[in-house]
């Protein structure tokens, strides 16, 4: 079956501990992305990455950082300096980056709870 | 700045009546809008989307409508059932980008009853 995977399903880390969020898509999907979402508010983009080896910060970067080693896999790293880590985590994809009518499709998310 | 607005956080409707949820924007770059349905503790689903060059695009009991103008959208479901029930996100791609990324609304929470 095709589709993206994020595991695990909920995290619980410690304040002040670096944590890393799996997704590994196997649509062969070029373009990869991550979103967090709060209560009450949409869905806001960390960061993207049309290619491999190449990603762009999105609109709320600070205190997350990425890599993009391979196509099918795109790692979050939750940082000590991202200061509302708790969230629910999201990760898409997208066949090919650049071309307008073009949806995203989502992995099941990652419910992150820093304690 | 909020460039997608969904100002009806929740909407509640009967059985096998009509759900209209709207959205509005504001960047007139935008130029392809989609509609996703996501349940608690999920990822959100693709729904139905629309080009700009369109003003209604239509699947089974699932409508879309875009007044360029106005810069508004709403998404028509008829008629409503309960397993309709969830969040319903409206998001917009851009020109400039060339659709490399989508900006989402806040979502609606729709509630259908029985």
């Known amino acids: 079956d095709g589709g993206i995977t994020q595991s695990p399903k909920y995290l619980f880390r410690k304040e002040g501990q670096n944590v890393t969020l799996s997704c590994e898509q196997n649509?062969?999907?070029?373009?990869m992305y991550w979103y967090r979402q709060d209560p009450g508010q949409g869905l806001r983009l960390i960061y993207y990455s049309q290619i491999v080896n190449d990603f762009q910060k999105g609109d709320i970067a600070e205190g997350y950082s990425v890599s993009r080693e391979k196509k099918e896999s795109f790692p979050l790293t939750v940082t000590s300096a991202q200061k509302n880590p708790t969230a629910f985590y999201l990760c898409a994809s997208m066949a090919r980056a650049g071309v307008l009518a073009n949806e995203q499709f989502f992995g099941p998310g990652t419910r992150l709870t820093v304690l | 700045d909020q460039q997608v607005k969904q100002n009806s956080p929740s909407l509640s409707v009967q059985e096998g009546r009509i759900s209209i949820l709207n959205c509005d924007y504001t960047n007139s770059m935008f130029d392809y809008f989609l509609w996703y349905k996501k349940y608690p503790a999920e990822g959100p689903t693709f729904l139905i989307s629309?080009?700009?060059?369109?003003d209604k695009n239509e699947d089974g009991r699932f409508t879309v409508f875009l007044n360029k103008s106005a810069k508004h959208l709403s998404l028509h479901i008829v008629p409503s059932q309960p397993g309709d029930s969830a969040v319903y996100f409206c998001?917009?791609?851009?020109?400039?980008?060339?659709?490399?990324?989508?900006?989402f609304g806040e979502g609606t929470q729709l509630t259908v009853n029985p």
């Open positions: 629309i080009s700009s060059i369109k």
């Open positions: 649509l062969n999907h070029d373009a």
């Open positions: 998001a917009a791609s851009d020109k400039e980008t060339s659709g490399s990324r989508l900006t």
